[in-house]
């Protein structure tokens, strides 16, 4: 099955800086990469995804890059702000049939301020 | 917010007890998902459910198992409960259209189950 490895568990990064969360997968059929926030006591929630006919999406200050020969796929965060402090998983899944995700272990993203 | 709900909020079990976890989809989607979140990790795949009948199972023994209902609606249920069932609960709903792509999962708030 599926597996995703995701690095680093933990970051912190200074307010107005960058952060990047890599991501790299095991199962080539793998085409479907979304991204989740979560915060304290709440359910992950989207906040971008990329399908593996495209290398690269972006979403005002949120990116993110996919190289599908290399099975490894990154969140890019610009111009970070406090309130961007949660826990970030990425995922993989394939597009058709049985859709489940399966998720990396998570990182903690800490912005200082 | 998602629009996905899960009642109830909290809960905590004895081991051996039984418990049903309850989740409403989002407006217009048809396929509900379940997972498993243990303290710190990523959340786990237990089971889909499409058009009312499992499409799809994780790594989880038989004493989980669910319903999905005429409305989308959905209940988790986990027999004979286990120190190690203690996790958040979540589900997520999709719209599954045959032949397409698959749409994006969205998540409820989760249950967090407590078994002592």
């Known amino acids: 099955g599926e597996n995703v490895e995701q690095h680093p568990s933990t970051l912190s990064v200074q307010e107005g800086d960058s952060a990047v969360i890599k991501c790299t997968y095991s199962d080539s059929a793998s085409n479907y990469f979304p991204w989740y926030k979560q915060e304290l006591g709440k359910g992950p929630q989207l906040i971008i995804d990329i399908r593996s006919n495209v290398g690269e999406k972006k979403d005002q200050r949120i990116a993110v890059t996919l190289n599908k020969t290399a099975k490894h796929f990154s969140l890019h965060i610009t111009e970070t702000q406090p309130e961007d402090s949660a826990v970030y998983f990425c995922?993989?899944?394939?597009?058709?049939?049985?859709?489940?995700?399966?998720f990396g272990t998570g990182t903690r993203l800490t912005i200082i301020p | 917010e998602t629009g996905v709900t899960q009642s109830p909020t909290h809960l905590i079990k004895t081991r051996g007890q039984q418990v049903t976890l309850r989740c409403s989809s989002q407006?217009?989607?048809?396929?509900v998902s379940w997972y498993q979140q243990a303290l710190g990790q990523g959340p786990q795949f237990i089971f889909q459910?499409?058009?009312?009948?499992?499409?799809g199972r994780g790594n989880f023994p038989p004493r989980f198992s669910g319903l999905q209902f005429p409305n989308y609606s959905s209940e988790l249920n986990v027999n004979a409960l286990e120190l190690d069932d203690s996790a958040l609960y979540l589900c997520?709903?999709?719209?599954?259209?045959?032949?397409?792509?698959?749409?994006?999962?969205?998540f409820g708030p989760g249950t967090r189950l407590t078994v002592l």
């Open positions: 997520a709903s999709s719209l599954e259209l045959v032949g397409m792509s698959s749409d994006t999962q969205y």
């Open positions: 407006s217009g989607h048809n396929t």
């Open positions: 995922a993989a899944s394939r597009d058709f049939g049985n859709e489940k995700l399966t």
């Open positions: 459910y499409y058009r009312e009948e499992e499409n």
